[in-house]
């Protein structure tokens, strides 16, 4: 009898923390942002087409769904779905040129399940990868399809 009950609750326990924390969206992220309350910022010496394409490089680098861009409200939006140790994460990056060759770049990543222990990107992993990235493109060469090591 117990072997017939195990499915369900291993079932119930992937589920639970749907129920108890709530799951965030790409509008909590946009949400977060223009309330002030999340997000990480780091000023890049780069223009704001270089800032564009490399955070969009990042995102695909860490493994990100679709890209939803909003260009002239300046800003991407872009998830990751479940995997075997995360419920996915929501992810935004706004990018705001400061000078002709300076530009502010936001992120903002949320758990999808705020129970959840783990995060597909955290912001910290994006600002690092964006350095790496800004790195190859003041190298001169092209950003490769897969992260770097």
Not at 74 to 87: E, I, K, Q
Not at 89 to 98: D, L, N, Q, R, S
Request: proline residues 5%; aromatic residues 10%.
């Amino acid at each position: 009898m117990v072997i017939k009950f195990r499915p369900i609750l291993i079932g119930f326990l992937l589920l639970c923390p749907m129920f108890l924390g709530g799951c965030a969206s790409l509008n909590d992220v946009v949400r977060e942002k223009e309330a002030g309350k999340e997000g990480t910022t780091k000023v890049y010496p780069i223009n704001s087409e270089q800032a564009w394409e490399i955070a969009k490089v990042v995102f695909r680098w860490e493994g990100s769904d679709a890209i939803e861009e909003h260009k002239n409200e300046g800003y991407m939006l872009t998830s990751s779905g479940v995997n075997a140790y995360t419920y996915g994460t929501v992810m935004g990056a706004w990018v705001k040129p400061t000078g002709k060759e300076s530009t502010d770049v936001t992120v903002v990543t949320k758990r999808r399940i705020q129970v959840g222990l783990f995060t597909t990107l955290t912001e910290g992993t994006f600002h690092n990868r964006f350095a790496q990235a800004v790195n190859i493109v003041k190298g001169g060469k092209p950003l490769p399809l897969t992260a770097p090591d």
